[in-house]
């Protein structure tokens, strides 16, 4: 089994480059905001339509990163053990490749790599406007000292071509590793 995280601020590009993969070759997307959305829906009974869009409004955001916030308080590893549940899951099920497009904190990514994950941080530059109360929460910048990734992907706006065959290509690498031809 291979896993890939993705991490990287809003909108850099994570989810682009893990729903890739499950496209092109038939990945299993694990996510952490998946879980989080599902708790909120179920837990405020609030409309699916309006946590869900894409990007994420300010105000759903806002309410996602507390939401988040008040069960990592709870317990700091809440949200993996989710994730890893999903993993287990998934490896059940026959999944040869797990991608996982929202790793934002550093017990996540610790936790991810004792698991054999590959980590993968994805720098958009210049992309977007600075949104107090989001960028500066440590959702969006608890992994911004981190310097344990594997690999580090750099990209300018426009270059999703490029972000997509270096996802491609790191699977690709990483199924060569074990013999296994694409």
């Known amino acids: ?6 991490s990287g601020k809003r909108e850099s590009g994570k989810t682009t480059a893990a729903d890739h993969l499950v496209e092109k070759f038939h990945a299993k997307k694990v996510s952490f905001a998946a879980e989080l959305r599902s708790e909120l829906i179920a837990g405020l009974d609030l409309d699916p339509q309006i946590i869900n869009i894409k990007p994420t409004p300010y105000h759903a955001r806002r309410l996602l990163i507390a939401y988040g916030a008040y069960r990592r308080y709870e317990d700091p590893g809440y949200w993996v053990k989710k994730v890893l549940k999903q993993i287990g899951q998934a490896t059940v099920h026959g999944s040869g490749t797990i991608v996982i497009d929202d790793l934002r904190y ?4 610790e936790k991810l790599r004792e698991h054999g994950a590959v980590l993968v941080r994805v720098d958009r530059v210049g992309h977007r406007k600075f949104c107090p109360g989001v960028d500066n ?3 969006e910048c608890d992994l911004d000292e981190y310097t344990d990734w594997h690999h580090r992907f750099v990209l300018r706006d426009g270059e999703v071509e490029y972000l997509k065959g270096m996802a491609e290509n790191l699977l690709g690498d990483m199924m060569a590793a074990e013999g296994v031809v694409l």
């Open 1 to 6: 089994m291979r896993i890939i995280a993705f």
């Open 106 to 109: 550093w017990n996540e990514a």
């Open 137 to 139: 929460d440590p959702s």
